[in-house]
């Protein structure tokens, strides 16, 4: 399976500020996922990024509040915007195998605590 | 509305006995299904997935088993061991879709 690389692990952010998420595969994919787990719930898809083409988002999810970037096969970041407490998530990046399809692996997760 | 329910929030069992977790989905164009086992702190990793052409599918101690009629699946542990406690989520989703949408999870307690 591919093994993905996310940072931060962890944070805490003031109200108002940004935040950028970073995902980096070890094997080239054509399309990355960025799920929001907010406490007590499940993950539910924020947006899929393809490279060289924008994401697509979810209802409820618009790319004012969590841009996305995909600037090669392997990489992408998500940026949440303009944070408040109702922010306060997990963010997790997955990807589908390449190798074996159906097969999704998934980041370790950022916690995200905005105060 | 929630496409994937789990109903049971939590559930503990004993250390070698049968663990059940259930899940069930309104959509019966779904046609496949997945398992996944998060830790604290840890992304969700894969457990074991079947298809709908399928009733049944076992990796060692896991087995899920889908009822299509019914629109539920479930996954067995047996034995359950200490290292099963975590939180399991169920997802499903299309050939051809990519996109998971995911139950709302279960956390599994195994009593030593």
């Known amino acids: 399976s591919a093994v993905i690389s996310q940072k931060p692990s962890r944070d805490i952010c003031q109200r108002g500020t940004s935040l950028t998420i970073q995902c980096q595969v070890d094997?080239?994919?054509?399309?990355m996922f960025w799920y929001r787990q907010q406490p007590g719930q499940s993950l539910t898809l924020i947006a899929t990024?393809?490279?060289?083409?924008?994401?697509?988002?979810e209802s409820g999810f618009v790319i004012d509040k969590f841009p996305i970037s995909r600037p090669n096969l392997t990489f992408s970041t998500l940026t949440v915007s303009n944070m408040s407490p109702e922010d306060s998530s997990i963010y997790l990046c997955?990807?589908?195998?390449?190798?074996?399809?159906?097969?999704?692996?998934f980041g370790s997760g950022t916690r995200l605590t905005v105060v | 509305d929630q496409q994937v329910k789990q109903n049971s929030p939590s559930l503990s069992v004993q250390e070698g006995r049968i663990s059940i977790l259930n899940c069930d989905y309104t959509?019966?164009?779904?046609?496949?299904f997945l398992w996944y086992k998060k830790y604290p702190a840890e992304g969700p990793t894969f457990l074991i997935s079947?298809?709908?052409?399928?009733d049944k599918n076992e990796d060692g101690r896991f087995t899920v088993f889908l009822n299509k009629s019914a629109k539920h699946l479930s996954l067995h542990i047996v034995p359950s061991q200490p290292g099963d406690s975590a939180v399991y989520f169920c997802?499903?989703?299309?050939?051809?879709?990519?996109?998971?949408?995911f139950g709302t999870g279960t956390r599994l307690t195994i009593i030593p």
């Open positions: 997955s990807v589908e195998d390449p190798q074996d399809r159906m097969d999704y692996t």
């Open positions: 094997s080239q994919v054509t399309m």
């Open positions: 990024a393809n490279q060289g083409s924008e994401a697509t988002y």
């Open positions: 959509n019966s164009m779904f046609d496949y």
């Open positions: 079947i298809s709908s052409i399928k």
């Open positions: 997802a499903v989703t299309n050939f051809g879709n990519e996109k998971l949408t």
